[in-house]
């Protein structure tokens, strides 16, 4: 009993560092942040700042032990959070107190009905995790594997297998991590952390509709809705896989931008967005392309409605373009001085044949209430529902975003190099998980449709991007 104590107070003690070397730097460059959007943001933040830290001592030939990969990251974020207090001080060696809060508005029946189903959600799946090892076949073959790889020789070390060595390696060195601060390889223990990256998609998508101008109770409902619509993102609540923390930075990428086109972004959410453009490129080989689809879509957006200071507004993009980059060529560097050499197993020709077979279970995956429940149907009639201004405010956006990604998942299947024979495997092993990337953004549409039904000031009466 004290061992099974002591493992779960140094995973604990894991996943705290991990919130606080992102939430600290995440407070310190964007002080307009909430309390739970820090929480939110800082636990994808420390992820991503601390797998490319364990990258970097890789490609310097050091061997990873707690102290050298929790140490550095910490002493920065303590360093930052420091550095804010001082010039806090500084600025007034008396400060004013400060103003009494007001006192929050009081839980409706509907808040403890939401917050209820959530909680019971939330047990249900951290149970789940703990109870079973790593045991789902992309988890045992790839993203598993590699994390105890990764800790047993205590490097990004690929020599000797192939489980698609090229993937970026966010998913595994967060396992990695983990591993050495529990001190052994627990498959149990450590695959809390994907309920953690549940939470944090739901805190962070909660945050986001708040900004958007709903209310606490309709903000509630839409994350309920989102989380408790079929069974798919409720299965990667526990499983091992790289595609919920690929839906959280999604996400972040997408949901800051837009927050900045809709003119309801705190300060320098640019810059928050280029962390989380890092961590897609960084998480899973379909990240860049996903990156690149909220650039183009933000990109467009902007040249169709044609705010004032066009040029300024769209040279702003550079900051989620270098977060991109940030993510993507450490990486590409590494397994170019390793001799990784980076797969084309996922395009090798074009097949028309195989396009016209993706069409019937695409559409059937929309649909299918064991996937999303009524989620897809749902933001479809939002989108409806904005009507013209769907083509003259910046749920544009959200429209050309979803609408292009549906579009790119049918033509990365025309180019899926499978037999004849394995093809409706491949397209049942991947649609789900595909289409769950955009499940949040699908969200903040719903959010935008509530506001229309309600008759409330929003991103529905034309506003022009906020400066960056």
Same mark, same amino acid.
């Given at each position: 009993?004290?061992e099974?104590?002591?493992?779960v107070?140094?995973?604990?003690?894991?996943l705290?560092?991990i919130?606080a070397?992102?939430? *600290?730097p995440? %407070?310190?460059?964007?002080p307009d942040?909430?309390?739970? #959007?820090?929480l939110?943001?800082?636990?994808?933040?420390?992820?991503l700042?601390?797998? =490319?830290w364990?990258?970097a001592?890789?490609?310097l030939?050091?061997?990873?032990?707690? /102290?050298?990969?929790a140490g550095?990251?910490?002493a920065?974020a303590a360093?930052?959070w +420091?550095? @804010?207090? !001082?010039?806090?001080?500084?600025?007034?060696?008396?400060?004013a107190p400060p103003?009494?809060?007001?006192?929050?508005d009081?839980f409706?029946?509907w808040?403890? +009905?939401?917050?209820g189903?959530l909680?019971?959600?939330?047990?249900?799946?951290? *149970?789940?995790?703990?109870m079973?090892?790593?045991?789902a076949w992309?988890?045992?073959?790839?993203?598993?594997? @590699?994390a @105890?790889?990764?800790?047993?020789r205590?490097?990004?070390?690929?020599?000797?297998?192939?489980?698609h060595n090229?993937? /970026?390696? $966010?998913? /595994?060195l967060?396992?990695?991590y983990?591993y050495?601060?529990l001190g052994?390889?627990?498959d149990?223990?450590?695959k809390? &952390?994907?309920?953690?990256?549940?939470?944090?998609?739901?805190?962070?998508?909660?945050?986001?509709?708040r900004r958007?101008g709903?209310?606490?109770t309709?903000?509630l409902?839409?994350?309920?809705?989102?989380?408790?619509?079929? $069974?798919?993102l &409720?299965?990667? *609540?526990?499983?091992?896989?790289a595609?919920l923390a690929?839906?959280?930075?999604?996400?972040?990428?997408a949901?800051f931008l837009y927050l900045?086109?809709?003119?309801?972004?705190?300060?320098?959410?640019?810059?928050?967005?280029?962390f989380?453009?890092?961590?897609?490129t960084?998480g899973?080989?379909e990240? %860049?392309?996903l990156a690149?689809?909220i650039?183009l879509a933000?990109? $467009?957006?902007?040249l169709?409605l044609?705010?004032?200071?066009l040029g300024r507004r769209?040279?702003s993009?550079a900051w989620?373009?270098?977060?991109?980059?940030?993510?993507? &060529?450490?990486?590409?560097?590494?397994?170019?001085?390793?001799g990784? #050499? &980076?797969g084309?197993?996922?395009v090798?020709?074009?097949?028309?044949?195989q +396009?016209?077979?993706a069409?019937?279970?695409?559409?059937?995956? !929309?649909?299918n209430p064991?996937?999303?429940?009524? *989620?897809?149907?749902?933001t479809a +009639?939002?989108l409806?529902a904005?009507? @013209?201004?769907?083509?003259t405010t910046?749920p544009?956006f959200?429209?050309?975003?979803?609408?292009g990604n549906?579009?790119?998942?049918l033509?990365?299947?025309a180019?899926?190099p499978?037999?004849?024979?394995?093809?409706?495997?491949y397209?049942?092993?991947?649609l789900?998980r595909?289409?769950l990337?955009?499940t949040?953004v699908?969200?903040?549409?719903l959010?935008?449709? =509530?506001?229309?039904?309600?008759g #409330?000031?929003? $991103?529905?009466?034309p506003?022009?991007?906020?400066?960056?």
């Open positions: 009993m004290i099974a104590g002591l493992l107070v140094r995973l604990g003690l894991g705290a560092t919130l070397v992102g939430a *600290l995440a %407070a310190r460059l964007a942040l909430r309390r739970l #959007e820090v939110a943001v800082g636990f994808g933040v420390g992820t700042l601390i797998t =490319l364990m990258l001592l890789s490609s030939g050091l061997e990873f032990h707690l /102290p050298l990969v550095p990251p910490l920065l360093g930052l +420091l550095g @804010k207090r !001082l010039a806090a001080w500084r600025r007034s060696s008396q400060p103003p009494s809060p007001a006192l929050p009081p409706s029946f808040d403890w +009905l939401f917050l189903l909680a019971l959600l939330y047990l249900f799946a951290g *149970l789940r995790a703990v079973y090892p790593i045991w992309d988890a045992v073959a790839t993203w598993g594997f @590699k @105890k790889v990764f800790y047993l205590a490097a990004v070390d690929l020599s000797g297998f192939e489980a090229y993937y /970026p390696n $966010l998913v /595994p967060s396992l990695t983990l050495l601060w052994q390889v627990n149990h223990l450590v809390i &952390i994907f309920p953690c990256w549940g939470g944090g998609l739901l805190l962070l998508l909660f945050e986001m509709l958007l709903l209310n606490r309709q903000a409902g839409v994350c309920a809705f989102l989380a408790l619509n079929g $069974l798919t &409720i299965t990667h *609540l526990h499983i091992a896989y595609d690929l839906t959280y930075y999604t996400l972040g990428a949901g900045w086109l809709a003119g309801a972004a705190p300060r320098r959410a640019l810059l928050l967005a280029a989380f453009f890092a961590g897609l960084w899973k080989f990240g %860049a392309p690149g689809t650039l933000a990109g $467009l957006t902007l169709w044609r705010p004032p200071r769209l040279a993009l989620p373009l270098a977060g991109m980059l940030a993510g993507y &060529i450490p990486w590409r560097l590494y397994a170019a001085s390793h990784i #050499e &980076i084309s197993d996922h090798l020709g074009f097949y028309p044949r +396009l016209l077979q069409l019937t279970p695409f559409f059937w995956a !929309l649909i064991g996937n999303f429940g009524l *989620l897809w149907p749902a +009639l939002a409806v904005l009507g @013209k201004k769907l083509f910046p544009l959200l429209a050309l975003f979803l609408g549906f579009l790119a998942i033509l990365a299947y180019v899926a499978t037999s004849p024979f394995e093809f409706h495997l397209l049942r092993a991947t789900d595909l289409l990337h955009l949040p699908a969200a903040l549409a959010g935008e449709a =509530l506001q229309i039904t309600q #409330e000031p929003s $991103l529905l009466s506003r022009l991007p906020a400066e960056p």
